[in-house]
Structure formats: structure tokens, C-alpha cells
């Protein structure tokens, strides 16, 4: 027998294949999210026909808002499944849900073709998405963190985000090369329908490779007596403070990101005057610089802390808005729109990247999933998912084409209120905790 026989080390464990899996069904939740914004246009025309273009227009963004009120009811419905049954379980779920009301979309008959009936399709498809992207943004943050090292949250907590960047490459790519090559007619008879129909063909990948993966190491250790019975009610009782700063950090983030990401090629085309393509390729730069630069910020955030690259974030995007949407309306060129919106791209990428590892640290792991996903979708509900409706009021109500950068820099204040109470809570978290172990 040899001296000093060691037992071979585990081989360490390789996170990819996981943050993968849950990237690409992050990805075309977020895809088919988008590219109803970015049809809203076409589909106000289509099923909300009115005599008055604002109204109509009024009518397809209110619907996308629409699908932000049942963003809470999924956040607590899923989240709550994905802290009893597992991350797994509820990913699988939640991207099964979104294919169906994709679905009901690409396939919906026109108001010319059965009136009333047809909106409602609508309305109710959008609620299904919301519903399932709800659940989407607990499980996902919960399964990419336990499956990272613990010094490298931030970073593999961040792909949420770059895939969120990828979702837009993917919705304005099809979208401008949609409204480049198909006429006014054709894209308004079926040409919409296909940007509808791709992300169905994506959806049967993603929730294969959902169905095989395995569930978190984190997850599997908790055993029935630590499991929550109702993690919704520990989280509006024991985490209710942690979860509403959570939903304030998250506020300026979303608000930014829905008015520049999503309601922009809207903008372009209505204020600016710029053509749909052109609008389309801008959102396509601020998709590729989110993709390219999350990552980078999240390991940022591993190294300098969370807190600290979130509040510097957050004051650029509060003091960059209105010269933003000023440079815009003082020279709408296609060059000028490129410019900005690939600043903007570096912007949303430096507010949303060290977000997903940062509301994951306030929260146990029994109730992970509830907590991230109520603090961020009670926030995006109320600060993003309405935010092209409020801007496209306030437009009209102030006659200001610079109304939008009034909303963000509203919600930047509240957001480093936040971030600035959450930290002084975490600093006396840490101290008590310390005081204890002595």
C-alpha cells in the first residue's frame, strides 16, 4: 500500500452548460417580447383600428402594458414553483407558456376579419406572456447564481442580462430586414406574422434543453423541513423590506431600458421622422452593445461590489438622458440615432448587469425564486412595462419631444434612493452578523 494515497479531487464543476440552457430560453422569452413593441404600429392598425393614428398607436402600447400587469401573478405563481419544486420545473414551464401565447399571436384573424373577438385574442395572448415571463426572471437569476462560483456571481449572473441583449439583435435584426425587403402591404397582410412565427421555431430547442438539465446544487441540499411552505408569505414577511428596495434599485434600470430598447424605433418613426428600417438597425446596435458589455460589467461588480457600479451607473444614466433625447431631436439623422443608442447600449448594460447577482444576495435560498422575481417584476411592471404608454402621453400632453427623458430621470432618483438605503441595510446586516459570532 502506498504512502500518502490521496483521493482524486473532484473534478470542479463547469457552470456553462447550465447558464447556456437557461440563456437561450432567457433569450427567446425576451425575443418574443419585443418584437410585439416593435410591431405595435402594424398591430394597432391590424386589431385595434381607430380613426385617429394616436389613439390606435395608444391602444397596441397599452396592450404591450397590458401583459405587465399579470408580470406580478407569474412572478408569484412561478417564483413560489421554483422555490418548492424546483429552478428546473419552473423554467420549463415558463417557456412552454410563452410559446402558446406566441402562438396565439402569429395565428390571431384580424379585426376585418372577426371583430371584437380579435383584440381580445390579443389581450389574452399577451397576459399569458406576461405571465410567463414573470416566472421567468426568479427561476432563471436563481439557477444561473447556484450554479456559479460564489466570487463569480456577478459575472455568470450577468448573462441574464447579455441574453436580454441578444433577444433585441435577434427582434430588431428580423424586424428591419422585414420592413426592408417586404412592401407596406406585404408586411401588414403577413410579413408581421413572421417575425411571430420564428421565435416558434426557436421555442421547441429551448424547452428541450430545459428539460434536460439538472437542477441546482443549492436547491438539492435544502431538504423538506427548510423548504418553505409558503415562500410568498416569507418574502412579503420576513424579506418585505429587502424585496421593495429591490424593486427601487430595479426601477430607473427598466425605465431606461423599455424607453430607449423598445419604445425608440417607435420614436424614431413618429418624432424623428426616421424610416422603420433605419430605427430598427439602432435598436440592433443598443442589442449588441448590452450583449457584449454585461458580461464585462458583471465581473465588474464581482470585483468593486455591486452596489457601488450600480450607483455610478445609475447617475450616468440620470444625467445623460435629456442630452440624449435633446442630440436626437436637434439632429435626427441615422447617424445620430446610431451614436446614441449604442451609448445607450453601454448604459443599460452598466444598470442592468449587476442587478441579477445583487437582488439574489438579499435573498435566502428557500425563497430566491419568489424574492427576485417579485422585486423585479413589481418594478418593471410599474416603471417598464407601461413606460411606452406614459411616454407616448407625455408626448402629447406636454407637446415636448424630450418628454421621455423627464420619465427617466424621475425613476433615476427614486433608484439611488435605493440603492443608497440597500446598502446602509446590508452594512448593518453584516454588522449585527459579525457582533453575533464574536
Known amino acids: 500500500m502506498t504512502k500518502n494515497t490521496r483521493s482524486a479531487a ?20 425576451f425575443y418574443d417580447l419585443l418584437i410585439y413593441g416593435y410591431f405595435a404600429i402594424v398591430i394597432g392598425q391590424l386589431f385595434f383600428p381607430s380613426h385617429d393614428a394616436t389613439t390606435s398607436l395608444l391602444l397596441s402600447v397599452g396592450t404591450f402594458g397590458i401583459s405587465f ?52 385574442i390579443i389581450i389574452v395572448a399577451r397576459m399569458l406572456q406576461g405571465f410567463s415571463t414573470g416566472g421567468e426572471f426568479g427561476a432563471a437569476t436563481a439557477f444561473m447564481v447556484e450554479h456559479a462560483d460564489a466570487k463569480r456571481r456577478g459575472f455568470f449572473a450577468s448573462w441574464q442580462m447579455s441574453t436580454q441583449g441578444l433577444a433585441t439583435v435577434l427582434a430588431a435584426g428580423v424586424s428591419a430586414l422585414l420592413s426592408q425587403f417586404l412592401s407596406h402591404d406585404q408586411l401588414t397582410e403577413w410579413g408581421w406574422r413572421v417575425a411571430f412565427a420564428i421565435g416558434l421555431l426557436i421555442g421547441p430547442v429551448g424547452l428541450y434543453i430545459r428539460r434536460n438539465i439538472d437542477e441546482t446544487a443549492d436547491f438539492k441540499k435544502l431538504g423538506a423541513a427548510q423548504k418553505e411552505k409558503s415562500p410568498l408569505r416569507e418574502v412579503f414577511g420576513r424579506d418585505r423590506r429587502n424585496m421593495l428596495l429591490g424593486a427601487g434599485v430595479v426601477a430607473a ?47 465588474m461588480s464581482d470585483r468593486f461590489g455591486r452596489l457601488r457600479v450600480m450607483l455610478w451607473a445609475l447617475l450616468l444614466v440620470g444625467v445623460t438622458t435629456y442630452p440624449l433625447f435633446l442630440l436626437l431631436n436637434l439632429f435626427p439623422t441615422f447617424g445620430t440615432l446610431l451614436a446614441v443608442q449604442a451609448l445607450v447600449g453601454l448604459l443599460i448594460a452598466a444598470s442592468l448587469a449587476p442587478l441579477p447577482a445583487l437582488l439574489a444576495d438579499i435573498f435566502p435560498t428557500s425563497t430566491r425564486g419568489t424574492g427576485l422575481a417579485l422585486s423585479y417584476n413589481f418594478s418593471v411592471t410599474l416603471f417598464g412595462g407601461f413606460a411606452p404608454l406614459i411616454v407616448t402621453w407625455l408626448i402629447g400632453a406636454t407637446h415636448s419631444k424630450l418628454a421621455p427623458s423627464y420619465y427617466v430621470m424621475g425613476t433615476a432618483v427614486l433608484s439611488i434612493w435605493a440603492v443608497v438605503a440597500l446598502g446602509r441595510r446590508m452594512h448593518g446586516a453584516r454588522a449585527t452578523a459579525a457582533a453575533t459570532a464574536r
Open 10 to 29: 473532484p473534478a470542479p464543476h463547469n457552470p456553462w452548460r447550465e447558464i447556456c440552457a437557461a440563456s437561450i430560453g432567457n433569450a427567446l422569452e
Open 69 to 120: 400587469v399579470t408580470r406580478p401573478l407569474g412572478s408569484i405563481i412561478l417564483g413560489s414553483y421554483a422555490d418548492r419544486a424546483g429552478r428546473k420545473a419552473s423554467l420549463t414551464v415558463s417557456i412552454a407558456l410563452m410559446m402558446l401565447g406566441t402562438a396565439m399571436i402569429a395565428f390571431a384573424p384580424t379585426y376585418e376579419q372577426i371583430g371584437i373577438v380579435s383584440p381580445i
Open 253 to 299: 434600470a427598466t425605465a431606461f431600458n423599455y424607453v430607449h430598447k423598445l419604445y425608440m424605433p417607435t420614436y424614431a418613426v413618429k418624432q424623428l421622422h426616421i424610416p422603420a428600417t433605419s430605427s430598427f438597425v439602432g435598436a440592433v446596435v443598443t442589442g449588441v452593445m448590452l450583449m457584449i458589455a454585461a458580461p464585462v460589467v458583471g465581473a
